[in-house]
């Protein structure tokens, strides 16, 4: 079998592609380099996605020409996470070679390497030691909240590295407990920020000319800071316009370095134990971790995302990107656009700007889902400081810094899980979690089955009034816990984004449904989609145990056109100034032509789908044009 790269529109065996509406700009530089490394990935595709076997190790061994067995099986360890995600990286920022040539470069940075360890290993020991006692006398579940905030303040005190490793822990279930979670959640917005003086030398070393040459005007105060970075506002000299400048933290790369060495060391330790409980090794952990470290570190890389959700959202009048001055930008610098809006973090003025709360929230919902189901390419840290509430109704999305990739492979089994909890295929959905990369292949599945019913009936069971996010991720939460369940890192910024999201929501309007934006949106995607995969999955929604489904054809039909509905009256589209150009771009009512024109030829063509269809006509021996009617009549 021979897909699509996704980071080009070269071929690569076994891989699968993004959506066509992925980023175009990096694939003619990027061609070359994966046609290269796809005869490599060809040689591994068809290992298993989770765990590293020997055969895979040995094969990276042999490409190395010699070497270490521990870096081979690293190489490979790599090659195989691109295979479970479905994408080929052409030019890596991250691996375990290059992180270990850096650090041991110099007998001084040895030395720089062993003391940084002794101090982790002393304040990380000392740590664990305090939790051992508590379990020794008893009293660890009282003393949880305590031992929390304990643990915040010392990935403070370790540093850049330790800030981030607790942000992303602040979203793994399956590693750490709930309260320890939501203590590590105010790492994302809590970060001491460093001098100013400090900040504006770098800015001048960026751009090679002082900043009163560039900038009539600097902010004296940090607009925000975070574990990376900080950021400050300006207006150009030249134009007048105000900008927005994220300068990287000193001399943080040699340190981001030596800590992913440190990290990964300790890693290998704990592999027996991951193995055990995550299905696979602590190191791969490390390795996800590192890789979309080093992406954050790189503001070329940033400037690059952010051009390309631009380029996404260019035909979407309710989403708000800022551009990129790229002349004043570099690796450790980052010009953008200011966003005049109101952070979601304060509520109470964007309902005092007179903003509709609900049409804001509709929009904001609908281009999450089309990030993670259209495009492939989601914001990985939509946290209300990173939103903003435009005047207009438009939201507006800032710091791309974490964005993460699905595959057209991914995306597929996304849908493929809802299908199968829509038809209450468990089993399905179970094995869906494999191809997902959350167990290991091969990993028995049947005990998890009643659990996934368990979860999904008891939540769905309530209806759309009283589903939502955090209700089910808790209990999955729990389940990781049962089960040899590790949730891949771009799936943990996913539930991460959903969660966040939906806290967003509630927060602005305590009653709305998160769910009944979202539905309507995947039932609109379904039936309008031209996509041969969605196609299939619209069949299998529609028929169940081979009988076809007519209250669910007429339920889609409802929902689709409600989205079509609530998009088209959003306020952001109601600028007399933008409102022709953009009704050209806005779908004003359902068409499902399309749709119709691809079931007729599915009719002629298919058999099997032109005699269940015949059978749905005339069931219970009697012609279904009742039904019939009032599908059409929907459409209208």
């Not at 090679?208 to 207006?235: D, H, N, W």
């Not at 869906?432 to 659990?451: E, H, K, M, N």
């Not at 808790?474 to 990781?480: A, H, I, P, R, S």
Request: charged share 25%; aromatic share 8%.
């Amino acid at each position: 079998m021979e897909l699509a790269c996704c980071s080009c529109s070269c071929s690569v065996p076994g891989r699968s592609s993004l959506s066509p509406a992925a980023p175009t700009r990096r694939r003619r530089s990027a061609r070359a380099a994966c046609r290269t490394r796809a005869s490599r990935l060809a040689v591994i595709s068809k290992a298993t996605a989770v765990e590293l076997d020997g055969a895979a190790a040995s094969r990276a061994l042999r490409r190395s020409g010699g070497g270490s067995m521990e870096l081979a099986k690293s190489s490979a360890a790599m090659e195989k996470l691109d295979i479970e995600r479905g994408v080929c990286v052409p030019f890596r920022k991250y691996s375990p070679e290059m992180v270990r040539s850096k650090v041991l470069e110099s007998q001084g940075a040895i030395w720089s390497l062993v003391m940084r360890g002794v101090e982790i290993v002393w304040k990380l020991g000392f740590y664990w030691s305090t939790l051992m006692y508590d379990c020794f006398i008893g009293q660890d579940e009282e003393i949880v909240p305590f031992r929390a905030m304990q643990l915040r303040n010392l990935l403070c005190d370790l540093g850049p590295s330790f800030i981030k490793a607790g942000q992303v822990l602040a979203n793994r279930p399956d590693i750490i407990r709930e309260d320890y979670m939501n203590e590590l959640c105010i790492l994302q917005d809590d970060v001491p920020s460093f001098p100013n003086q400090v900040a504006f030398n770098i800015i001048e070393e960026e751009l090679g000319r002082p900043l009163e040459a560039v900038f009539s005007k600097i902010s004296s105060r940090t607009i925000a800071a975070a574990s990376l970075g900080q950021v400050y506002r300006a207006t150009l000299r030249d134009t007048g316009e105000d900008v927005a400048i994220k300068v990287q933290r000193p001399d943080i790369e040699p340190i981001i370095y030596r800590d992913l060495f440190l990290f990964r060391t300790l890693a290998s330790f704990l592999n027996g134990i991951s193995l055990q409980k995550l299905g696979c090794n602590a190191e791969l952990i490390v390795d996800e971790f590192g890789e979309k470290l080093l992406e954050e570190l790189d503001y070329t890389l940033e400037a690059r995302n952010i051009e390309d959700f631009l380029e996404n959202f260019k035909d979407d009048p309710t989403v708000k990107i800022p551009r990129v001055y790229k002349q004043l930008s570099g690796s450790r610098v980052l010009v953008m656009e200011w966003i005049d809006g109101i952070r979601c973090t304060n509520p109470k003025a964007i309902k005092d700007a007179g903003i509709d709360v609900n049409g804001f929230l509709t929009v904001g919902v609908s281009a999450a889902l089309r990030q993670l189901l259209e495009f492939g390419l989601f914001h990985g840290d939509p946290h209300p400081g990173n939103i903003f509430a435009m005047r207009d109704g438009r939201i507006a999305y800032v710091d791309f810094g974490n964005v993460a990739v699905l595959s057209q492979q991914n995306k597929q089994i996304l849908i493929d899980a809802v299908v199968h909890a829509v038809n209450e295929d468990y089993a399905e959905m179970a094995n869906d979690f494999t191809r997902l990369g959350f167990l290991a292949s091969g990993t028995d599945v049947s005990p998890i089955i009643p659990a996934l019913e368990a979860i999904w009936q008891n939540s769905a069971g309530k209806g759309l009034s009283d589903f939502n996010f955090r209700s089910v991720t808790g209990k999955f939460n729990q389940l990781v816990y049962q089960y040899p369940i590790r949730i891949p890192e771009r799936f943990s910024l996913v539930i991460r984004s959903l969660l966040t999201q939906e806290g967003i929501c509630f927060t602005l309007e305590p009653d709305f449904k998160f769910l009944e934006v979202a539905y309507p949106y995947v039932a609109n995607r379904l039936l309008t989609d031209p996509n041969p995969a969605l196609r299939e999955r619209l069949i299998q929604v529609l028929f169940k145990d081979g009988v076809f489904q007519w209250k669910r054809l007429e339920n889609l039909i409802v929902l689709a056109k409600e989205n079509v509905a609530k998009m088209s009256s959003n306020p952001a589209l109601r600028g007399k100034d933008v409102q022709r150009s953009r009704d050209r771009q806005v779908e004003r009512k359902l068409d499902l032509k399309d749709t119709i024109k691809d079931g007729a030829r599915l009719f002629i063509v298919d058999e099997g789908i032109r005699r269940q269809l015949l059978l749905a006509l005339t069931e219970d021996s009697k012609l279904h044009i009742q039904e019939v009617s009032r599908g059409c009549l929907q459409t209208n």
